[in-house]
C-alpha cells in the first residue's frame, strides 16, 4: 500500500471538499475528530468494512447500514446495496479497507488456513485442502488500495449518482484517512455528485 496517498482527517478543513457536508465527511467526523453523535431515524449512509477489520467505528447507532465482507467489497451483496440506496434512504457508500489486510497473498496462507479448519473445526486435512483450494482464489487479493480503488470504480460506474468513497483504516492507530485517487494525470475522480 502507497502510503504517501493516504490523505489523514485530523481537523474538518482536512476533509476532501467533495466529502465535506456529506455522509462521508460526517463519517470521517464521528471517527477521527469525536463528533458528537446526531440523533439520527434512519441510516444515510452504507459502510462497506472487511470481516477482519477487529475495531468498530464510533459512529451514531443508525447512521449507517454496515455490510462486512472480505476485503469490505460489497460486490457480492448487490441486490442489499440496490435495495439500501433504493428504499432505504442511502445517500452516499464508504469502503473501507485496512492495512495488513491477511487476504493479501493469501495462498501463502494454505498450511496456516488448513489447520486452523482441522484443529479448531475438526475438518479432515484432505476436506480442508481442497476447500482452500476452491476458494482461495475468490479470496485473493492484490494491494488493498487497488482493490479498493477498482471496486469504488465499479460502484460509481453502477451507481452514477451516489458518492462512493474508498478509505483506509489503519490498525496502527484506528483513524481513517482519505485516498488521493489522483493519477499521474493530474486528474481525480472523486466526484461531488451527491444530491444531499
Known amino acids: 500500500m502507497l502510503m504517501n496517498r493516504l490523505i489523514p482527517v485530523e481537523r474538518v478543513s482536512d476533509i476532501l471538499p467533495p466529502y465535506k457536508d456529506t ?5 470521517l467526523e464521528y471517527h477521527n475528530l469525536a463528533r458528537p453523535h446526531d440523533s439520527l431515524q434512519q441510516p444515510e449512509l452504507l459502510i462497506g ?5 477487529p475495531h ?31 428504499l432505504g434512504g442511502i445517500r452516499c457508500i464508504a469502503l473501507i479497507g485496512h492495512n495488513n489486510c491477511g487476504m493479501v497473498n493469501f495462498s501463502a496462507r494454505k498450511e496456516e488456513f488448513v489447520q486452523g479448519l482441522v484443529n479448531r473445526a475438526g475438518w479432515e486435512c484432505h476436506l480442508a485442502e481442497e476447500y ?3 476458494n482461495a482464489e475468490m479470496c485473493e487479493t492484490g494491494d488493498e488500495m487497488d482493490v479498493l480503488l477498482n471496486e469504488a470504480k465499479r460502484l460509481r460506474l453502477r451507481y452514477p449518482m451516489m458518492q462512493v468513497a474508498p478509505l483506509i483504516y489503519r490498525m496502527e492507530d ?23
Open 56 to 86: 468498530r467505528l464510533r459512529i451514531p447507532e443508525a447512521f449507517a447500514i454496515v455490510i462486512q465482507s472480505e476485503r469490505g467489497m460489497i460486490s457480492g451483496n448487490a441486490f442489499e446495496v440496490s435495495y439500501a440506496i433504493a
Open 174 to 196: 484506528g483513524l481513517l484517512y482519505q485516498i488521493d485517487e489522483s493519477d499521474s494525470a493530474g486528474s481525480n475522480p472523486v466526484i461531488d455528485n451527491r444530491k444531499e
Open 23 to 27: 455522509s462521508i465527511g460526517r463519517l
Open 49 to 53: 468494512v472487511c470481516v477482519e477489520q
Open 132 to 134: 482452500f483450494y476452491h
